[in-house]
């Protein structure tokens, strides 16, 4: 009789405990929406405030530098300062708010920089210091060729993207978590960027008699540039539909996550960038391959994503189109690489002209001209390596590419590899048609360096407690 007693305060205990998970579950789920409901009109604020939009970011940077110095603040918090910086970025380039144009990868950079240091995280991942210290000889020829201040600017614009790189692997190295501290990291990503969606969808709707041609779209754009918006849209996609397929959710959750993936799709789309889309689909296509080992499961995960494609397709594509007067499916017909295929082939060609130090960092840009006729940007983060740095460039490439490889094979779980694999390739798939204007694909990038940790079942402390309870009972009785 005494022992029975225990075993009843077990299951006593482990409903409580069910219990309390569920009502956690459901506060931060309430808490979710309402940050992504407040944020879609301070998207608004930040167009509309003029110079006092400064607030945003200064509030942000300010909680994330706050985070950083303090010691008893974990870097897996730090971590969402961080995220969220990066995801907001290209929200405050769209709204024109008064700061540097580097501030998204210089801040994050910053951020992280003062938490590794105030918590004596001071040893540098071997790999990617070799890649950004082969980009340094090529600065030597940029101070020859530009003066001073145009070479700070250009030195600026082409290296803060694989220093932020540097960094971020550095700072998502000391970082371990659990596969919801990594869905956590996730939103801090997506509320942002559902605020970008949201945006464009108002002026898209607000702006009238929009020409729809058969080049990207600045008015269902916010007013910026669509490569940008629509590459970060894509994220939101990746980000979506990875923690649908990869994470355990409730359903309400599920409807969250699904409903931002087809917003994100729309407007990506409606951007006429095909970029964004792209990247995230390559990417997702990677996930699938690498998270399922099990048939079943694969089906059972598979089905939902299946659903949320054939709505996509049988309902909102189809609306757009109509709105569109039928650009946009004739937009996603086109197999043109609007110059970029040209500006890569004469990257090789400069490439081979200064196959030891490259050209310069920055001078690729009139360097063109011999070979295509005119001047041209970068949009291949790859061809520009090559052609500026030259021989040093192909060691930096290989170098990310080494990354890749370790950080693969040291992953222990299903969930980390296809993380890897994903976020590595999403995060390529943006430097191939973007270069790295943003600083969402080296921040990805850096990502893959989490370590993720293999959950483990584990019995709940309650029922711990109870059943050291009834064997003291036992003992006592006995």
């Excluded at 070799?130 to 090529?138: H, I, N, Q, R």
């Excluded at 754009?221 to 849209?233: E, I, T, Y």
Aim: hydrophobic share 55%; with cysteine; charged share 15%.
């Amino acid at each position: 009789m005494v022992a029975a007693k225990p075993m009843n305060n077990t299951l006593l205990h482990q409903s409580t405990a069910r219990s309390a998970l569920r009502w956690k579950s459901k506060s931060n789920f309430r808490l979710l929406i309402a940050i992504t409901l407040l944020h879609f009109p301070i998207g608004l604020l930040d167009y509309y405030l003029g110079s006092a939009a400064i607030i945003h970011p200064a509030a942000v940077f300010g909680v994330g530098i706050y985070w950083a110095w303090q010691r008893k603040v974990r870097l897996e918090r730090v971590a969402l300062a961080v995220g969220y910086l990066v995801g907001v970025e290209i929200l405050w380039r769209m709204a024109q708010v008064p700061i540097f144009w580097e501030f998204g990868k210089y801040g994050s950079a910053a951020i992280m920089i003062v938490a590794l240091v105030r918590r004596h995280r001071r040893k540098i991942p071997v790999l990617p210091l070799v890649y950004f210290a082969a980009l340094l000889p090529a600065c030597v020829l940029t101070f020859i060729q530009f003066d001073l201040s145009a070479a700070r600017d250009t030195l600026s614009f082409n290296l803060s993207g694989p220093f932020l790189l540097l960094i971020s692997c550095w700072f998502f190295s000391n970082i371990k978590v659990q596969p919801q501290g990594l869905k956590r990291l996730f939103e801090a990503y997506t509320v942002p960027l559902l605020t970008v969606a949201f945006v464009t969808l108002f002026f898209t709707v607000a702006i009238q008699d929009i020409q729809f041609t058969d080049e990207s779209n600045f008015a269902t754009s916010g007013g910026f540039g669509p490569n940008q918006v629509s590459a970060m849209l894509g994220l939101g996609v990746f980000l979506t539909v990875f923690s649908l397929i990869a994470f355990r959710n409730d359903r309400k959750y599920k409807i969250y996550l699904a409903l931002s993936a087809i917003f994100f799709a729309a407007q990506s789309v409606m951007t006429f960038s095909r970029g964004g889309i792209y990247n995230a689909v390559g990417a997702l296509l990677l996930v699938v391959l690498f998270e399922f080992g099990d048939p079943l499961k694969a089906t059972k995960r598979l089905v939902p994503i299946a659903i949320l494609i054939m709505l996509f397709f049988v309902l909102v594509f189809p609306y757009l189109n109509d709105f569109t007067g039928g650009g946009l499916q004739a937009r996603f017909e086109d197999t043109q690489t609007t110059h970029r295929a040209e500006i890569v082939e004469s990257d090789v060609d400069i490439f081979l002209e200064h196959p030891i130090f490259g050209v310069g960092v920055g001078s690729a840009y009139s360097e063109r001209q011999e070979f295509l006729g005119f001047k041209a940007a970068s949009h291949t983060e790859f061809s520009r390596l090559i052609s500026e740095h030259g021989m040093f460039g192909l060691i930096a490439i290989f170098c990310l590419i080494a990354i890749v490889v370790t950080r693969f094979r040291r992953s222990r779980s299903r969930l980390g590899r296809a993380f890897v694999v994903g976020a590595a390739a999403w995060a390529a798939l943006f430097m191939l048609n973007t270069g790295m204007r943003l600083a969402a694909p080296a921040a990805v990038f850096g990502m893959i360096s989490i370590t993720i940790a293999t959950p483990r079942r584990r019995r709940n402390v309650y029922a711990i407690r109870a059943a050291r309870i009834g064997q003291m009972r036992r003992e006592l009785a006995a």
